[in-house]
Structure formats: C-alpha cells, structure tokens
C-alpha cells in the first residue's frame, strides 16, 4: 500500500500509470474524463475498475460530487516525481544521476538559458556542501 512518502511504482501496470499521469497533470478527473485521455480508449468499465484498484491499494481517492465520482491521486505529487525520476535512471541511464543531468545539459538535445546553468550551478554547489 502507498504511503504519504513512498511510490512504489513499479507496482502500478502501465495501464494503471497512464491514469495516475493524468491524474497529476489535472489534479483531479472523473472516469470518463480520465477514459477520453487514455492511448486506445478503454472501455469505460475497465477505466472504473482500474480506478477501484488504485484505490485500493492507495493511489487515488476519489469525491462525489453532484452524480459523479471525481478521482485525484492520494500520494503527493513530490513522491511520485522521485519514484519516476528513478525509474528514468534505470531505465535509461543505468542508474547513473550524473548520466542523467549530463543528457540534460547537452546543448543538442535541450536548450537551456545561462539563467538555468546559473540556478543549477547553485543547485549543485548546495548538494555538495549537504554530501560532506
């Protein structure tokens, strides 16, 4: 079960992810609102019985309001950023931060403003002085 610090998204199917990412990029949806979002529309009975089992296990509340249920995620937003960002690291950078960041920081994949090295300049020097 989810808890207010801890994500364990590997526990979630893709399907039930793909909810969960539209739940955090609108806060809050109903089912029908959540089906019209989701790659090769599911049923709209299979998108509530996702739901069920996400709230099970303690991803998602929902409220009524008027005739509808409104679904929102039930584990903070930051949690959930950090159990992606780990995933990504796996996944795509062999569990390597500085792999990451240095993917970030290629000038032919992303553009970043000198007011982003800045602030991410002062982003590291904090790290380092917390890492001795």
Do not use: C, W
């Amino acid at each position: 079960m989810a808890n207010k610090r801890t994500f364990p998204e590997t526990a979630l199917s893709r399907r039930e992810r793909q909810i969960m990412d539209i739940l955090y990029a609108a806060g809050k949806a109903s089912a029908i609102e959540i089906q019209e979002r989701l790659p090769d529309r599911p049923s709209n009975s299979t998108v509530r019985t996702i739901l069920r089992i996400l709230e099970r296990k303690g991803y998602v509340r929902h409220v009524e309001e008027g005739l509808r249920y409104v679904f929102a995620p039930a584990v903070p937003r930051e949690a959930a950023r950090v159990s992606a960002m780990q995933r990504v690291l796996r996944t795509f950078f062999g569990g390597s931060a500085k792999e990451a960041i240095a993917a970030f920081l290629d000038p032919k994949a992303f553009e970043i403003s000198k007011q982003d090295l800045e602030d991410l300049a002062r982003i590291i020097e904090r790290a380092k002085k917390e890492a001795e």
